[in-house]
């Protein structure tokens, strides 16, 4: 049983430049959240997704979007990177209506 | 504003005693708590929750204790073994499922040999 896999696991970018991170949830999983998690802090919420729409949305600028696809995996795009959005990408999956959440392995995203 | 706290951020124990990791919050919503370990370079593993019906839940060398009126949970580790050491996380959220967890900073556990 595949558990939450994400993709590239490593990204280097320029400032201003745009980036767009993979995630595929556990099996039999419906739901999708992105959480970014910086130097020395927890995970912070970004947004969740479910019946590809966005569901909540955490205290994060538009310039974060997502998308959730009909075989429930999603993608987080990232627009005009700035510096400070360098940290590791973390996409956790769940099945609607429980509590706990599967973390993937993380996408480690440094902008330059 | 930091709803959930960790406030040790390292902790050191010798293998084979009690390890115990503290978390504190302050939103009365929550209502659901989850602690994740986290080695370098993976992501977080869960490893054991409580509902607030609950005061304690077991599960192995896990055990996680939960006391509402003082909004205080702890997870203690016993025997502490040395590939226990990593960071681990407590997390929080309110009632209705699926919704986004609130994590504390983390503490940096050391289990020594």
């Known amino acids: 049983d595949a558990g939450v896999t994400q993709s590239p696991t490593h990204l280097i970018k320029t400032r201003g430049q745009q980036v767009t991170l993979r995630c595929s949830p556990k099996s039999g999983h419906d739901t999708v959240s992105w959480y970014q998690q910086a130097l020395g802090q927890g995970p912070q919420f970004i947004f969740q997704y479910y019946e590809e729409e966005e569901r909540q949305r955490g205290n994060f600028p538009d310039r974060f979007s997502g998308h959730q696809f009909p075989n429930y995996s999603s993608e987080l795009n990232v627009n005009a990177l700035l510096l400070g959005d360098s940290a590791l990408y973390l996409c956790a999956s769940s099945f609607l209506g429980r509590e706990t959440q599967y973390f993937g392995p993380g996408t480690r995203l440094l902008v330059l | 504003d930091q709803q959930v706290k960790q406030n040790s951020p390292s902790l050191s124990v010798q293998e084979g005693r009690i390890s115990i990791l503290n978390c504190d919050y302050t939103?009365?919503?929550?209502?659901?708590f989850l602690w994740y370990k986290k080695y370098p370079a993976e992501g977080p593993t869960f490893l054991i929750s409580?509902?607030?019906?609950?005061d304690k839940n077991e599960d192995g060398r896990f055990t996680v204790f939960l006391n509402k009126s003082a909004k205080h949970l702890s997870l203690h580790i016993v025997p502490s073994q040395p590939g226990d050491s990593a960071v681990y996380f407590c997390a929080a959220s309110p009632p209705s499922g699926n919704t986004p967890l609130v994590f504390g900073k983390g503490t940096r556990l050391s289990v020594i040999a």
């Open positions: 409580i509902s607030s019906i609950k």
């Open positions: 939103n009365s919503m929550f209502d659901y």
